[in-house]
């Protein structure tokens, strides 16, 4: 941490924060529409197979929203673990300083280049 400034790390740490209660927030409104599309999914009704499908089709997207938004809250998550601990920008791999303008575009950053999977 120690190419960033106290001022660039309160920066960082606040959009951090700012995005954990973000994500929880919307995490929370996907995971109502998720119970709210099992319910429909699951409760019969006059409007035939078609609108079944499509309640499916929609729990299946929620589900798969909510499972993308909880990855990220745990990558921020763990960015914040890491400026507790004194290990924030920092490269996992490397040990090398991450950028700051890496940093400000994906403050949980884990890398200083990105690693093709």
Do not use: F
Not at 13 to 22: C, F, G, I, N, P
Not at 57 to 73: D, K, P, Q, Y
Request: proline content about 4%; some cysteine.
């Amino acid at each position: 941490m120690r190419h960033l400034s106290p001022e660039n790390l309160q920066e960082l740490e606040a959009a951090l924060v700012a995005e954990s209660t973000d994500l929880e927030a919307e995490i929370a409104d996907h995971a109502r529409n998720v119970n709210a599309d099992w319910q429909g999914a699951t409760t019969p009704d006059d409007a035939g197979n078609d609108d079944a499908a499509d309640r499916i089709e929609e729990l299946a997207t929620n589900v798969s929203l909510v499972e993308t938004l909880e990855n990220r809250l745990r990558e921020v998550q763990a960015a914040l673990k890491r400026i507790k601990e004194g290990t924030y920008g920092t490269c996992i791999e490397t040990g090398e300083p991450i950028p700051l303008a890496r940093l400000r575009a994906n403050p949980a950053a884990e890398r200083s280049i990105t690693v093709s999977s």
